[in-house]
């Protein structure tokens, strides 16, 4: 037994035993599992509706409205049968009733994929004439964007038994990022070990950071080794699931008549391969700034070495302090008061009150995100750790993701409400901007002065440069699958030690375990994916400006772009709300604020 003066260690608690204020309210999407198993019994009883349809959409402009119509309520519908099952089963990936509905859900969506797979290559069989001079009606004019960018696909749209044959492996397409999730949330476990306040803390995903966050670098250390220790004894296992999963992505690409995957994934966002390419040669360049950083980081932290888990230890404590929940909550409303009452009362409202799951608790989905249907909450999952102030931005951040959804909801139909994920990494990087300088206006030392650079460093840091080397990564990787090079555990180490060496810089000691890294980012599931973040928040950084600096047309310009969900390709929208990405000045923009940042930081240190 221990004595009363033994340690007790931090273990996460079940499910069960979370106070239900603190977790989400899933009312809006449905009330209860049975209320869903209803409604999806009732989905799956209109797959025959598409049927209907199959032959008859060259006939009439109003058969193809018909149709289109038919098409988006069932999709609307799913979307809220998905969301629901999706968000049950983050909340306990083991457990068994979410993970049922969550393959019941895939099943029929699967089977309503092949009924409705007739739609795309029969629209495109209609001659293009007849076809331009319907979008031209009023009973078009609701889809016409729709349709003149499903016009756009032509070239890569299979014939209709082909396409069906593409739809008939929903079931299975998901089974590499499915056995990822399920080996690393559910079967993963690290152990516990002392923290530098002499807790035990249980090791896990949402822990590991707290812990590179510890002063003492023995704890650091061992929290690093010991965290990828177990990746390490399942590495052959998730290079397997990583690599079948790049594969997929290149099969697909191949299949539908891309020149290669990346092109395949940028062109749904009609962004021109130069922006991807482009960023990745603006981080290189200015690399320099980084490694500067590096130096500074161990000359003040008075180490020998700079590993990677001292690149998160703040230098400087000031901003280290506890925040509850409600503190949060509080900081995060006053940043975003340039945005205006509304958008203020409205994000406290639902952050008080239940869109989000606040906690960490076994078996949750590890990390954070926002996810809302066009009827439901824009509900924000969080593994909030109160001693991690960035836990702070990082809710600030998903609450700009849920604000961008709401007000798309509310100012597009349905079938425009919904965007991309380019445009989205600007909503919610902009709220950790606005933040940011809400705590270098209250700064009131240099040292506090120092505290905020840092972060705000060490944001550019994490959302342009790390991301960006991420974004390096999957373009190698990917171009290497499809240059016949098989993706094995060794050749995946080699690519990412690769960067690893670039991007940290000769002054840096690079644990062979790092090159492991790679097989734990969730988001290389979704292929190309985390440039986003870093054209995301080089954007952001100038609309922020834009906004504090301006007056009411520059926060109506940004407003106007939230309320624009997809209406237009991601650029456009963009360049409506004030800044242009196939420029070249918002990256080095952003790049070299980070330079001048370090430089300051210098100063300072």
Not at 178 to 188: E, N, P, S, Y
Not at 504 to 516: K, R, Y
Request: glycine letters at 6%.
């Amino acid at each position: 037994m221990a004595t009363a003066d033994a340690p007790r260690p931090k273990t996460l608690p079940a499910r069960a035993d979370v106070a239900v204020a603190d977790t989400w309210d899933l009312a809006s999407l449905f009330a209860s599992d049975a209320e869903w198993e209803t409604a999806l019994a009732a989905w799956e009883s209109r797959i025959p509706n598409f049927d209907l349809f199959v032959g008859s959409l060259g006939s009439s402009a109003e058969r193809l409205a018909e149709a289109l119509q038919c098409d988006l309520d069932f999709d609307r519908e799913g979307d809220r049968l998905g969301t629901y099952a999706f968000l049950r089963a983050a909340e306990d990936q083991q457990g068994q009733q979410a993970q049922r509905m969550v393959g019941r859900f895939q099943h029929v969506a699967t089977r309503a994929g092949e009924r409705a797979s007739f739609l795309r290559p029969e629209i495109l069989a209609i001659p293009a004439t007849t076809l331009d001079a319907w979008l031209t009606t009023d009973t078009l004019a609701p889809y016409r964007l729709m349709l003149e960018r499903l016009v756009r696909v032509r070239p890569h749209v299979l014939s209709e038994p082909e396409e069906k044959i593409l739809a008939m492996q929903g079931t299975f397409a998901g089974t590499a990022s499915k056995v990822f999730r399920q080996l690393t949330d559910a079967d993963m476990t690290f152990g516990s070990l002392t923290n530098g306040n002499g807790d035990e803390v249980q090791l896990s995903h949402a822990s590991f950071m707290t812990l590179l966050h510890d002063k003492v670098p023995a704890v650091r250390k061992q929290a690093f080794h010991q965290y990828y220790d177990v990746f390490e004894a399942h590495d052959h296992t998730l290079a397997a699931t990583l690599s079948g999963s790049m594969e997929r992505d290149v099969f697909s690409a191949k299949v539908r008549h891309y020149p290669s995957a990346i092109e395949a994934a940028l062109f749904n966002d009609n962004v021109p391969l130069s922006v991807y390419d482009s960023l990745i040669e603006a981080v290189h360049r200015h690399l320099p700034a980084l490694h500067r950083y590096y130096a500074l980081r161990k000359r003040v932290l008075g180490l020998d070495e700079i590993h990677h888990y001292d690149t998160y230890v703040p230098l400087v404590t000031d901003l280290e302090k506890r925040h509850t929940w409600d503190e949060a909550v509080g900081i995060i409303i006053e940043a975003l008061q340039p945005l205006g009452d509304e958008y203020c009362s409205r994000l406290e409202q639902g952050l008080r009150g239940r869109w989000c799951d606040r906690y960490p608790n076994a078996g949750k989905q590890s990390g954070a995100f926002s996810s809302g249907t066009f009827d439901s909450d824009p509900y924000i999952l969080m593994n909030f750790e109160e001693e991690v102030i960035e836990h702070v931005f990082t809710l600030a951040h998903e609450a700009g993701h849920s604000m961008h959804t709401r007000y798309s909801a509310d100012n597009q139909p349905y079938q425009y409400s919904g965007y991309t994920i380019f445009v989205a990494e600007v909503a919610s990087t902009f709220n950790e901007q606005l933040l940011s300088q809400l705590l270098l206006k209250r700064a009131t030392n240099d040292r506090e002065r120092a505290a905020i650079l840092v972060r705000e460093i060490d944001a550019i840091r994490g959302t342009i440069v790390r991301q960006t080397m991420f974004a390096e990564f999957e373009k190698l990787a990917h171009a290497s699958v499809e240059a016949g090079e098989p993706l094995t555990l060794e050749r995946i180490r080699s690519l990412y030690r690769g960067l690893l060496d670039a991007y940290f810089g000769p002054g840096f000691a690079i644990d062979s375990q790092l090159e492991l890294e790679a097989l734990r980012i969730p988001h290389f599931y979704s292929a190309f994916y985390v440039y986003k973040y870093a054209t995301g928040l080089s954007a952001a950084i100038s609309l922020s400006r834009r906004v504090l600096e301006g007056g009411q047309a520059e926060l109506d310009a940004y407003l106007g772009f939230l309320k624009s969900g997809g209406s237009k390709w991601p650029l456009d929208l963009l360049r409506d709300a004030g800044v242009d990405l196939e420029k070249p000045e918002p990256v080095a923009t952003a790049l070299d604020h980070f330079g001048s940042l370090v430089s300051q930081l210098e100063g300072l240190l």
